[in-house]
């Protein structure tokens, strides 16, 4: 089938996918309704298993990538403020445990970067008009996806109103939370809305030193309660909740922070550059796919920025998705593989899900000493939404939910350093920072999840502990591979940079006695193909073989995305439990 698949959507998500596809040989032609990327920033942490999926199209976009965030020195403070004048209340140091910081250098090429979104996209963007085999239309209005047994049908509409259309094998929904490919598709979102948030994007030269700018610093003013986000170049991302829609902030955002803006930073210099609105939710589409349509990213799945595995979780579908449409369309297997893409990606963005809306309400433990939660929020702005206040004009509900949220953010004014009781208030929470932590370190499910589908094999071994803040490296059948410099016939490598991008992939360090038993499997398809890896010269052999957890003998079959889908600590002799799993598991798939 030589028609493009059509991608909806230029954010993370969709020119994650057409990259991915274009290094498999797959054109697409990806629609985005804007003309250049949204200057205003939304998301700013980048997870180093994100920077490892874009070194997977092309090494240098993913370097130059991770390049654009600030030393890890620069950014590594989380701090509590009452009013941004006040000395800080207290503060998680991100690099204050060396040794945990040791170990997270050892387990990828990466490591979790902060960077814009706003300086995120150009960069992605550039890749994708670099890359021959998409085809990037801006300005453009999606009107319609239908699909039948054959082929979808798209049809859009350009800003001179010039209507075109294109078939396609497959659509990617990449359109965002409000995705008006999802809605129109009849696929439903499940789960409960959490906040309306506002926010400015501004710079300031004078704000804190360029030595000690928190990374992230949770401020409690009567005036404001939010948090305020550092950026590059002295930029800062000021957010705060809402009520309703009629508010001031959502309405005339300008002129809100126009006079919210110095009530916060006090005598500070600010230049406002812009302003913006969204929903916190935490949001899962009931089906990814729907015949040949099929959702990544925000339009599959919402979650509260606390954590920051939006954007994330959105290139992680798409990574999971390539490799199968790639299968399915070059007839190498059926339609049906498409199904383990929602079968592995649910409980894994399920789990993110659960994670962020923790780190959401585990802040009320600060919070409520203060007055002000978010599990309060979320009551306010659920009942606000339904009847009878959601019948009330909003000229009339509008002043009425913004005195309520003043009247709630008064309540700061006991972290004045005047206020009676300060001191020991200011202590509390002090004391009660540490436990955020799982908020701003969460290695343990960046690289941790496990996918689980009839492509993975059953483990005999107990199934690894989930951690949030640690990674503990694991071969167990679902895990990524773990990172690691191997040799291979004789050069230095990560497991991630030898992978078959189409068939499976066999790692062993004895590589001779298995390579009878691949010869073997020659028919069985998708196919295999063997790695035989040994220890660099230097590398402790023991500790690696350790890590693989298989022994010297045993080996681990691993998918085309880095997830291990089979392994055994057996010999060579076990050649037979190899062919019964490939024959069994992926021979329904592949013909």
């Known amino acids: 089938m030589n028609s493009p698949i059509v991608i909806i959507g230029a954010g993370p998500a969709g020119t994650t996918a057409a990259l991915l596809l274009a290094r498999r040989g797959i054109r697409t032609v ?12 939304a998301a700013h942490v980048i997870n180093a298993r994100t920077l490892e999926i874009w070194h997977e199209y092309s090494p240098e976009l993913a370097e130059s990538i991770a390049a654009m965030s ?7 403070l989380i701090s509590w403020y009452g009013a941004l004048a006040d000395e800080a209340i207290g503060s998680i140091d991100l690099l204050s445990d060396p040794e945990r910081k040791a170990v997270v250098e050892s387990q990828s090429r990466y490591m979790v970067s902060h960077i814009g979104q706003h300086i995120l996209m150009p960069a992605l963007w550039g890749a994708v008009d670099a890359e021959p085999l998409i085809e990037f239309r801006r300005a453009v209005t999606v009107e319609s996806v239908e699909s039948n047994s ?4 798209v049809v859009f509409r350009t800003v001179t109103d010039d209507v075109s259309e294109v078939r396609a094998p497959y659509v990617l929904a990449c359109d965002g939370a409000n995705s ?3 809605d129109a ?23 804190f030193p360029d030595d000690g700018r928190p990374l992230l610093s949770w401020i409690y003013t009567p005036e404001l309660c939010g948090v305020l986000i550092a950026h590059a170049d002295h930029r800062y991302i000021l957010m705060t909740a809402y009520l309703h829609p009629a508010q001031e902030i959502a309405g005339n955002g300008r002129r809100f922070w126009e006079k919210t803006l110095p009530k916060v930073l006090g005598t500070h210099d600010f230049e406002l550059e812009s302003t913006g609105t969204w929903v916190m939710t935490s949001q899962t589409a009931d089906s990814f796919r729907r015949g040949r349509l099929l959702l990544l990213g925000d339009a599959a ?59 959401h309400f585990r802040m009320d433990d600060i919070g409520t000493r203060v007055g002000i939660t978010n599990a309060m929020l979320a009551r306010a702005t659920q009942t606000i939404r339904r009847a009878p206040l959601n019948k009330i004009p909003g000229r009339l509900i509008a002043p009425v939910a913004a005195a309520a949220t003043r009247q709630q953010m008064r309540r700061s004014r006991s972290l004045r350093q005047d206020a009676p009781g300060s001191a020991e208030l200011r202590a509390e929470i002090a004391a009660a920072i540490p436990l955020q932590l799982e908020h701003f370190v969460s290695t343990g499910l960046q690289f ?56 499976l992939s066999l790692f062993t360090f004895a590589g001779a006695d298995w390579a009878p038993v691949v010869e073997g ?19 402790d052999r023991d500790e690696l073989i350790s890590l693989y957890e298989v022994g010297e003998t045993g080996a681990i079959l691993v998918r085309p995305d880095g997830h291990v889908a089979w392994r055994t600590h057996d010999s060579a002799g076990s050649g037979a439990k190899l062919a019964d799993f490939v024959q069994r598991r992926w021979g329904s798939y592949f013909t």
């Open 301 to 359: 799945h919402c979650f509260p920025h606390t954590g920051g595995f939006g954007l994330n979780s959105g290139v992680q579908d798409a990574h999971n998705l390539a490799w199968k449409l790639d299968a399915v369309i070059s007839g190498a297997a059926a339609p049906e593989l498409l199904d383990t893409y929602d079968t592995e990606r649910r409980p894994v963005v399920e789990k993110f899900a659960e994670q962020s809306v923790a780190n």
């Open 150 to 153: 054959g082929d979808a049908h």
């Open 70 to 76: 600030p030393p890890h020195e620069q950014v590594n």
């Open 180 to 182: 008006a490919t999802r």
């Open 30 to 41: 990806l629609l985005e309704r804007r003309t250049s990327p949204l200057f205003h920033p």
């Open 521 to 539: 499997l020659d028919n069985v398809r998708p196919g295999i193909t063997l790695v035989g890896v040994d220890a660099p010269v230097g590398v």
């Open 448 to 503: 941790g999840y496990l996918y689980e589908s009839p492509l993975v094999a059953q483990d005999a071994s107990p199934k690894p502990a989930e951690d949030v803040v640690d990674y503990v490296p694991t071969t167990y059948p679902g895990a990524r591979m773990p990172h690691a410099l191997l040799c291979v016939d004789g050069r230095l490598v990560s497991p991630h940079d030898v992978l078959d991008p189409n068939i």
């Open 185 to 207: 598709a009849g696929i439903s979102l499940t789960g409960p809305v959490l906040a309306n948030m506002g926010s400015a994007f501004f710079t300031s030269t004078t704000l």
